[in-house]
């Protein structure tokens, strides 16, 4: 918060105003190399290197954005998915010091989001004809520090545009601070006293849970990934306000989906547009008969899947979401038409919302628990009597109140609950502010930082 105040300080100040765009350049580059400095240099050289591509391509687009694409993937791969084929523990991976030194590199913060801000720039801005972007524009759509770590991800059509110069009064400063005090309402009140709860799910914490632990842990961390990520994406989105850019809307109520399709418009939108606009759709998307379109499906959310992490893991809950989207596909009709049927239309949608958090949310085992082998272990003890060595106490009261706010935040949008009068809205924020900073859980990084 004081970085932020700093920086909007400086932002507008009147002899600033034609450098804006290179303040919020320099100020993402502080932010960024506060955590990491020893990957300052390679974030430049993937932004430089993808600025030289890009122009090379403006020319020559059929040569050059293939290789730009692979030049994002590689760079993507090296760091991500190298101890795929190396022992992390190993002393030394080779007898060449260079070498060694790349290798032991950590993994980047926030490169799975600027390697796919590299890729939409790249295929954005050569499919139509138009100027070259200038490096400054371009880094700071690349490296704007409210979406660097974890997103929204934003395409470049869309932020460009908005590259001018801002002036204070422009700032909605209202929207920008419910954006913010919700962001960080979710994240600290929310999501990390949930956290305190789900703990019990990693390993071998999870031994002690009994078979109904197991099972209220597992809707717990559905709960809490969404108001983790969710209050991660607010915040962004209210500090993009501050200096004068709509960054998109990231979630949208996805637990009350009647379908998974449904869920994958309203849950991580920005990353589902990014693979339904450029893979899915390159790939014949739904063109080529239901057999492609199936093989499609699977494709995309298996990538999807492996894009959060190198793991047998995180490529079965990419997969498992990709299997319930082709199992749900051919039978869609025959549920809408049951859906108008009169009287029962209530009691069907309830069930659809009901069955797909429920899929959801086994899925998010996967999640939890990067280790294929526990979360099989952590899904058999679901169904499957153990007694535990020390059996754990999971506060259920505590887990009603935490997980409170998601509900009624569903439920009161989807207008299955009244929404409270307007001139009650200043004191509800209020009320969250006040809370988050008295009941704030324990410190815990975004889980999504991770990614």
């Not at 760079?75 to 290798?103: R, T, V, W």
């Not at 632990?213 to 500090?239: K, T, V």
Request: charged share 10%; with cysteine; glycine share 6%.
């Amino acid at each position: 918060m004081v970085f932020v105040s700093v920086v909007f300080a400086i932002y507008y100040l009147p002899w600033v105003r034609p450098f804006q765009v290179q303040t919020l350049v320099i100020a993402s580059l502080f932010f960024y190399g506060f955590g990491q400095p020893q990957l300052l240099i390679l974030l430049a050289l993937a932004v430089l290197g993808t600025y030289f591509i890009l122009i090379m391509a403006m020319k020559r687009r059929v040569v050059w954005l293939p290789v730009g694409i692979a030049f994002n993937i590689a760079l993507l791969a090296f760091f991500k998915y190298k101890f795929l084929f190396i022992d992390p523990q190993a002393p030394s991976y080779s007898d060449i010091g260079a070498i060694d030194f790349l290798l032991k590199l950590p993994l980047p913060i926030g490169i799975s989001f600027f390697v796919f801000h590299n890729i939409s720039l790249l295929i954005d801005m050569t499919k139509r004809a138009g100027p070259t972007p200038s490096l400054g524009d371009v880094f700071l759509y690349i490296i704007f520090f409210p979406q660097l770590v974890s997103g929204p991800i934003t395409r470049a059509e869309n932020f460009l545009p908005q590259i001018a110069p801002k002036m204070p009064d422009d700032v909605p400063f209202v929207d920008a601070a419910k954006w913010i005090v919700t962001g960080y309402f979710f994240k600290l009140f929310v999501a990390n006293n949930l956290n305190t709860l789900t703990t019990n799910m990693d390993y071998p914490l999870y031994q002690n849970l009994k078979i109904s632990d197991r099972w209220l842990c597992l809707f717990l961390y559905s709960y809490q990934i969404y108001a983790d990520f969710f209050g991660y994406s607010a915040i962004a989105i209210g500090l993009g306000l501050l200096f004068g850019y709509r960054l998109p809307i990231n979630f949208n109520l996805p637990y009350i989906s009647r379908s998974f399709s449904e869920f994958w418009t309203r849950w991580h939108i920005s990353l589902s547009t990014w693979l339904r606009t450029y893979l899915y759709i390159p790939l014949g998307g739904n063109r080529h008969g239901h057999l492609r379109t199936y093989l499609n499906l699977m494709i995309v959310m298996g990538l999807g899947g492996l894009w959060h992490g190198a793991g047998i893991s995180y490529l079965a809950w990419g997969l498992l979401h990709g299997l319930f989207l082709v199992i749900e596909r051919p039978l869609l009709p025959a549920i809408e038409r049951l859906a108008a049927v009169p009287f029962l239309g209530r009691a069907v949608t309830t069930a659809r919302v009901l069955v797909v958090f429920f899929c959801v949310s086994f899925a998010w085992v996967f999640f939890k628990l990067p280790s294929f082998e526990h979360a099989l272990d952590y899904l058999s003890g679901m169904v499957i009597d153990q007694v535990p060595p020390m059996p754990a106490h999971i506060y259920r009261s505590l887990a009603l109140v935490y997980t409170l706010p998601v509900l009624i935040q569903h439920f009161v949008s989807a207008g299955w609950l009244v929404a409270p009068r307007l001139k009650l809205e200043p004191y509800l924020y209020g009320a969250m502010a006040a809370v988050m900073l008295v009941e704030a859980g324990p410190d815990t990084v975004f889980i999504y930082f991770q990614f």
